[in-house]
């Protein structure tokens, strides 16, 4: 992984994980933290909780006409989470795409990595979005999504947004009745829900 | 063959000595080189060259001339410098160019400024614009306050260790309190010899409420073997200034370009960084503004392009320390022919940066199935008031606009040249209009 000269910090050594490799289609839901490597043979569809732990997925395309989704939410109110997400794509129309949605609180901290990746000759396309909402300033993000193309013929889109709760929002919530607490967990609720 | 090489043999005490001996310099300027020396000897024996980018393993650091004087003095008229060297400047449009609309010309053949001149209004104004060297004797209290100082310390990574060791030439502005200096200043480095090393050294200060242009252009003919640009940038911006610095790079696509551009940026203060790259075998450029002061403001806006057997790895990077601060990078990166483009950024949101905004976009065109472009930037963020976004798309040019061009006459060929041109137009926009059109004709060339 590319990390810029800057060691991303995470307390997790990735060697202790055993990687889990499958092949297969459908709804995969993952539980457990660690390293996944999953070939998809067909629509493939990953969710998982983001939690003060490690998971690391690796999607890789073994077919044509696919889609490949990777989905993770989660709140963080402590602890370390280290989010890995690859997709990978090897053959031809491969639709890619990562949706993230995270807060962190108190002092947590989510790294976050990604990569959409094609190589020489796949088709397809690819789309990744990250949101995170930081509720303190002692919590940290560190992002890295990336994209990594041989191919040209992959259009790729990948957009990240780090903030705090917006102030505008809850004073709107405000001018209906909502302490500044209840708005800020109705605004995390509709954050995470929509 | 990169971690077998003795840097020792390569870079010595000698060499360092016999420059600074040559320049005449103070002994604080050969005890800072001598220090940077041992800096770089550290880091190369204990983490090598770096890894995580563009291959250097093909870079023949035992055949690089680290020091070519150019057996001229510097001259303040064009009619004065030797004519082989006067020929190759006029090609490149420089004498025109500053009889025209510049300010100030500084010009540079291999290791030493064979031009400079600052047009006498300016010089009223109490701007100073100096060869680097020169500055060293005349201004010795900014030289010692400011260079590889604050802003880029000789152990910033092992390009740097080594550029403090045997830089030589370059650029020293310094615009007084309240000076808006209304004509852009330029330099212009050519490297002439093959195995040819430059570094070549540019300090700017811009003092409270002043405002500077300041342009930087290169190039170097082709050789089989490769040479390296390892230069330094350094710009302070001070409070409520404002500083643009320009720099269109068509290093020879035999060199290594590793440049370190970076500025620090105080109260109220604006730095602009405009960014052409289209030369050279290997780039590594992420041009930095730290944003000290509160109120700060950075933009970093970038052309990229990479051919036939290049590799270009740029990108910006900006710190936010100031309370509310804001930062825009814009990249814009054309792959073709097998050329591969990366965009490496870096914002990092520290804990007491409040009220923290930063934009970031970076585009790229890959024309060819035999191209590639990476995208990676990283964001570092410690304080919940900051609003960071970042957005990236990659791909190729559309059949439909094509076949629309096509439509109405436009060849083929002529179709994929607008579309670039169009593609990169809202960061070329940023260049001076003369320099907006000779980056396009560049584009051009590049696209035949």
Redesign the interface.
Known sequence: M?????KVNSKYDVSEYEERVMTTAGDVVLFESGVYKIYCDGDTFVKHNITSNLMHIICISVRDEIKINIEAVGIISDGVSDVYHKIISKNKNVEMNIKVKSIADNDAKIIYRSSIGGV??STGMGNQDAK?I????E??????????????????????????VSKENIFYMSLHGLNNKESETELVHSFLNS | MVDSLDFKKVLSVELVKQISSEKNEPIWMLEKRLTALETFYKISEENGLPTWGPDLSELDFENISYYKSPLTTEKSSWADVPDDIKETFDKLGIPKAEHEYLGGVGAQYDSGIVYHKIKDMLKKQGVVFENMDTAVHIYPELVKKYFMTDCVPADDHAFTAMHGAVWSGGTFIYIPKGVKVSMPLQAYFHMNEPSAGQFEHTLIIVDEEASVEYIEGCSAPKYNASSLHAGCVEIFVHKNAEAKYISVENWSKNTYNLNTKKSIVYENGNMKWVNGNMGSKVTMLYPTSVLLGDNSKSESLGVVFAGEGQHQDTGSKVIHIGKNTSSVIKSKSVSMDGGISNYRGFVQVTKNAENTKSYVSCDALILDEVSVSNTWPMNKIENKNADVTHEATVGKIGDKELFYLMSHGYSKDDAYRLVVGGFVSPIIRSLPLEYAIEFNRLVELEME
């Not at chain 1, 590319?2 to 800057?6: A, F, S």
């Not at chain 1, 930081?134 to 300033?137: F, I, Q, R, T």
């Not at chain 1, 993000?141 to 780090?162: F, K, W």
């Open positions: 590319t990390n810029y000269g800057l020489e000759n995170f930081m509720l303190s300033n919590c940290e993000i560190d992002a890295e999504p990336s994209l990594n193309l041989a191919s040209n013929l992959i259009p790729t889109t990948h957009n990240i947004a780090i903030s705090g």
